[in-house]
C-alpha cells in the first residue's frame, strides 16, 4: 500500500467517524425534549403549559432565544423572539436562496401548518404562526431585529422573501392572517 | 482488506455507542460544533 493511498484511507476514515458521531447526535436529539445549542430536537413536553388570557409578553424582550416547535413535523429549534408593540414575532433569514431554504425548512412547513408550541423560560404556549409581508408592524420588527440582534433586515427584504417574518398569534388565529 | 472492513465498522458503532452513553461526549462534539459555527459567522 502506497503513502498516498494510506494518507487518503486515514482521511477517509476521520470523516467517517465525524459524520457518524454528528450523525448520532442528530437523529439522537429528535428524541429529545427540546433542542440543543446547535442541533435541532424532538417535541416540547416539559413546562407549564399556559392557557387563559394572551399573556404580557413585555418580558420577552429580555429573552434571547426561545424554544419553537411546529405541531407537523414535530420538531424543535432555538429560534430569536421579536416583541413588539405587545405582539411577539420569529423571523428566518436566508430564505432567498436554495441552499438557505434547504437548510431551514422549518419557515415553509410553517407557512403550510402554523400551529406551534413555543417554551419560553421553562413555559409552554400553544400560538399560531402566521406570516407577514408587509403592513405597518414589518418596520418596527425589523428595527427591534436590529437593536435586539444587531440583525440587519428591511422591510423590503421581508416582501421580498429573503427573510420570512411570522407573527406568534394566539392559538386560534387564522393561518393566513392579515398583517398585525 | 475484510479485516479492515470489520475493525472500522466496530470502531464506527463505537463511536455511536460513545456519542449516546458517555457523558461529555456529545456535549463536547456540540461544543466543537458551536465553536467552529460562531467561527465561520465572525
Known amino acids: 500500500m502506497n503513502i498516498a493511498r494510506k494518507l487518503f484511507l486515514a482521511i477517509g476514515v476521520l ?3 465525524l459524520i457518524v458521531a454528528v450523525g448520532t447526535l442528530v437523529l439522537s436529539g429528535r428524541n429529545s425534549d427540546g433542542p440543543s445549542a446547535v442541533f435541532g430536537g424532538g417535541p416540547l413536553v416539559a413546562g407549564e403549559l399556559v392557557t387563559g388570557p394572551e ?11 426561545i424554544e419553537l416547535q411546529l405541531l407537523d413535523p414535530p420538531r424543535s429549534r432555538l429560534i430569536w423572539i421579536i416583541e413588539h408593540e405587545g405582539k411577539v414575532y420569529v ?11 434547504l437548510w431551514k425548512r422549518w419557515p415553509v412547513q410553517a407557512e403550510r401548518d402554523g400551529r406551534a408550541i413555543v417554551r ?13 409581508t408587509t403592513g405597518a408592524v414589518v418596520e418596527g420588527v425589523t428595527e427591534e431585529l436590529g437593536r435586539k440582534y444587531g440583525y440587519t433586515v428591511t422591510p423590503a427584504d421581508i416582501e421580498e422573501g429573503t427573510t420570512w417574518l411570522f407573527e406568534l398569534a394566539p392559538p386560534d388565529a387564522a393561518m393566513t392572517g392579515a398583517p398585525g | 482488506m475484510k479485516r ?3 475493525i472500522m465498522g466496530g470502531v464506527l458503532i463505537a ?3 460513545a456519542v449516546l452513553y458517555v457523558p461529555g461526549v456529545g456535549e463536547y462534539i456540540e461544543g466543537t460544533v458551536l465553536s467552529w459555527l460562531a467561527s465561520l459567522a465572525g
Open chain 1, 15 to 17: 470523516v467517517l467517524v
Open chain 1, 55 to 65: 399573556p404580557d409578553w413585555s418580558f420577552a424582550r429580555d429573552i434571547g432565544t
Open chain 1, 91 to 101: 423571523a428566518s433569514g436566508y430564505m432567498g436562496s436554495a441552499i438557505g431554504r
Open chain 1, 120 to 132: 419560553i423560560a421553562g413555559k409552554r404556549y400553544r400560538r399560531t404562526l402566521v406570516r407577514i
Open chain 2, 4 to 6: 479492515f472492513y470489520w
Open chain 2, 15 to 17: 463511536v455511536a455507542l
